[in-house]
């Protein structure tokens, strides 16, 4: 069983980002698929996850903010994080229990900037 993680990246707050994380060696289509993050200094939290027939469930901080879906054609399990804040920072973990043991993604970190991009002001003389 492999899970393989990919997206993420560096954000302002109230952007989006999606992350993915295909599976292979396993049977998807029967899987409970989770999501879980863990900030710098804490401990790894659940953040949600997917049953196999596509019913979802959060924690209550990301409710309508993050989305958890899943494609059986490509084994793959998607997060989409959108108005992200600062407090989202993570490293985030997809996992599945799966034959009686837990499987992990390799993680993908998510950074959430409260800083604007910036706006060029030229005086002109």
């Known amino acids: 069983v492999q899970l393989q993680a990919s997206g993420g990246g560096l954000a302002q707050a109230g952007g989006s980002l999606r992350l993915s994380c295909k599976t292979s060696?396993?049977?998807?289509?029967?899987?409970?698929m989770t999501w879980y993050r863990q900030a710098p200094g804490k401990e790894r939290d659940f953040v949600g996850d997917?049953?196999?027939?596509?019913?979802?469930n959060y924690i209550d901080s990301v409710k309508g903010r993050f989305t958890i879906s899943r494609d059986y054609s490509r084994n793959t399990v998607w997060l989409q994080v959108t108005d992200l804040k600062p407090e989202d920072t993570a490293v985030y973990y997809c996992?599945?229990?799966?034959?009686?043991?837990?499987?992990w993604g390799q993680g993908s970190q998510v950074t959430v900037s409260s800083w604007g991009q910036g706006t060029l002001v030229t005086v002109s003389s």
């Open positions: 060696g396993m049977n998807f289509r029967i899987a409970k």
């Open positions: 996992n599945t229990n799966y034959r009686g043991r837990d499987w």
């Open positions: 997917i049953t196999s027939g596509g019913v979802t």
